[in-house]
């Protein structure tokens, strides 16, 4: 059975993190490829959704080159004392970027569904972009973005391929949950295993469902809205 | 004082070009769908770029393509009623309302907030979203939002269209009220004649991005300068008219050959000559031999309304099978009841009533 849950306040806060992270980023990015109008759209938007459609290892593997000891990052770190590789914010970086196109992907279209007269009238009445993002793309779009943390999230949390790959399975530090499932299960702890499932399960749900009671409220205010 | 468009807006399939000034009375631009007009209102509020050309409000220069001003429309002190009113429909009335005045003192906001749901007699729905609000209610709400910053400019965007008939005409009665005591320039788009009528004595008509008339409103329905604009002014009897020998007498080919005389001389430039439906009366032959224009008619048919009837009419041959019409005249149901059963019909182009455009 599990003694140590260490585990899993390495996913928690690992996935929180990471969903931090990608609640910025991918916001930001998702609000400047809905405005942008250039050509390079359809490649730009193609390289964002790629840690989606790739294989984690994949994933894994580029982030091994950019933050090994002889990637870029890895090196620009380096002067500073910092590693990433096999640290705990191996874990955050590997969980972000496979999190990343969801966010951004899921924001975007929420984005695109604000009626373009509510940015035009929050213009005529002195309001610049950084006011307009905050005060009526980002309220009027609520429910989008919401289901876009939601998901991120729960990709974060279950992220495993990219995070093996950059962080390795060091118990304590960058051991997660799943991969202290594949661990337990490959060592023939089924029990371990089976435990773990349950746990990951039931923090799943509990996230899920508690996001949505608290987005409810306000999704069914616009909707109404919506359907006026 | 006043405002002064002078602005050329290309696109790769159509080409807006406008010149025009407005000074502190209503002023109405009036045009088809896709005619340019609200394109126009766009471009003062700073919404769309011009090509080139300058927008002047007051002495402020609000663009110029030569000295490359282009004041962002945060900054242009317009206030802009869009057609489906934009309210932010996760905002109270109260704060959309005060959307445009936050930077203002709080109590200076409470103060503009109160004055302007008084205006629009909603005191009591203050703390309600848009949705909770009827058609009408959202439109007043739109036009309390766009008035509490006090711009230099208002700009309605055909702000009836998203309301029902009735509605439309109490609208338009409350809209002229806050229009009389609203001190700075308004400009009202719109595709109906009646609404900009009633609304604004000086009517711009455009039409596929120009300017077509831009006269008093009483003038503009008497004598439509072009066809275009009579038209859009809703005259339903327009042809060409060639000069004949006499002074201010015309050949008329579409209505028959018949020869009109009018009150107008022609100009320059004047091709074609026209008359309201409702300025073509039935005459009995008594007067055929004391007025001009007395012509005998036979009717192709005639389209009932509620109130008058469209009566399609023939100039002169009797005899001929053929359905075309030459005029369409619009008559009273009562004056037609008294009239439809006469064996010959006369109908009489007063030469006032008659005008020449280009």
């Known amino acids: 059975m599990v003694t140590d849950f260490t585990p899993l306040w390495i996913s928690l806060k690992t996935a929180t993190t990471a969903t931090v992270i990608t609640f ?26 790629l840690p989606m459609v790739l294989p984690p290892t994949v994933i894994g593997f580029i982030l091994l080159l950019i933050f090994g000891k002889n990637g870029f990052m890895g090196k620009f770190l380096a002067e500073f004392d910092i590693t990433i590789v096999f640290t705990w914010w191996a874990t955050v970086i590997a969980a972000a970027v496979v999190a990343f196109p969801l966010m951004y992907k899921t924001a975007r279209g929420a984005f695109e569904q604000v009626d373009g007269s509510y940015i035009e009238a929050a213009k005529t009445l002195g309001y610049n972009d950084w006011n307009i993002f905050w005060r009526v793309v980002l309220p009027l779009s609520w429910p989008g973005v919401a289901a876009a943390t939601i998901l991120a999230f729960a990709r974060a949390l279950g992220e495993f391929g990219a995070t093996l790959m950059l962080a390795g399975s060091i ?18 702890n089924m029990d371990k295993a089976f435990a773990w499932i349950i746990i990951i399960i039931a923090v799943s749900l509990f996230v899920v469902v508690f996001s949505n009671m608290w987005t409810g409220k306000k999704y069914s205010a616009i909707s109404k809205v919506r359907g006026n | 004082m006043g405002l002064l468009v002078d602005i050329q807006k290309d696109f790769a399939d159509f080409s807006l070009t406008v010149n025009f000034q407005v000074d502190q009375r209503p002023f109405g631009i009036l045009g ?7 394109m126009t209102l766009r471009c003062i509020a700073g919404l769309t770029t011009p090509t080139k050309g300058k927008i002047i409000l007051n002495e402020r220069i609000l663009f110029d393509s030569e000295t490359k001003i282009d004041i962002p429309a945060r900054h242009r002190k317009i206030g ?16 959309n309302i005060a959307f445009g005045i936050r930077q203002l003192p709080q109590k200076e906001q409470q103060q503009r907030i109160s004055e302007k749901l008084q205006m629009i007699q909603l005191d009591d729905l203050g703390k309600r979203f848009p949705y909770q609000l009827s058609g009408g209610q959202q439109q007043r709400v739109a036009l309390a939002r766009a008035l509490v910053t006090n711009p230099e400019v208002l700009l309605l965007d055909e702000p009836f269209s998203a309301l029902d008939n009735h509605l439309r005409r109490y609208m338009e009665q409350e809209l002229i009220e806050v229009l009389k005591r609203y001190e700075g320039v308004a400009l009202f788009v719109t595709h109906n004649l009646e609404e900009a009528y009633h609304i604004c004595e000086q009517i711009m008509i455009m039409d596929n991005g120009k300017i ?9 329905f008497l004598q439509p300068p072009t066809y275009a604009a009579a038209q859009l002014t809703g005259c339903k009897n327009m042809t060409e008219a060639i000069p004949a020998n006499e002074p201010n007498t015309f050949v008329v080919p579409r209505w028959g050959n018949v020869t009109l005389c009018a009150s107008q001389p022609l100009e320059e430039g004047h091709k074609y000559i026209g008359i309201h439906a409702h300025h073509i009366v039935f005459v009995d032959q008594s007067k055929q031999s004391k007025l001009d224009n007395v012509f005998v008619c036979k009717v192709v048919s005639c389209e009932e309304g509620p109130h008058t009837v469209a009566v399609y009419v023939r100039i002169g041959d009797l005899q001929s099978m053929s359905d075309g019409y030459h005029l369409q005249i619009e008559v009273y149901k009562e004056r037609w009841r008294e009239i439809s059963n006469d064996s010959l019909l006369y109908v009489h182009l007063h030469a006032d009533k008659l005008f020449l455009c280009s």
């Open chain 1, 24 to 49: 910025f980023i991918g916001m930001a990015v998702a609000y400047w490829m809905a405005n942008y109008q250039g050509r390079a759209k359809g490649i730009i938007d193609g390289f964002l959704i």
């Open chain 2, 80 to 95: 802009y009623l869009f057609q489906n009113f934009a309210l932010f429909p996760h905002l109270t009335v109260e704060q």
């Open chain 2, 32 to 38: 088809a769908s896709g005619s340019g007009k609200s």
């Open chain 2, 212 to 220: 077509v008339a831009n006269q008093g409103r009483e003038e503009l």
């Open chain 1, 171 to 188: 118990p304590g530090k960058t051991q997660t949950v799943p991969i202290a499932i594949y661990f337990a299960s490959e060592g023939g």
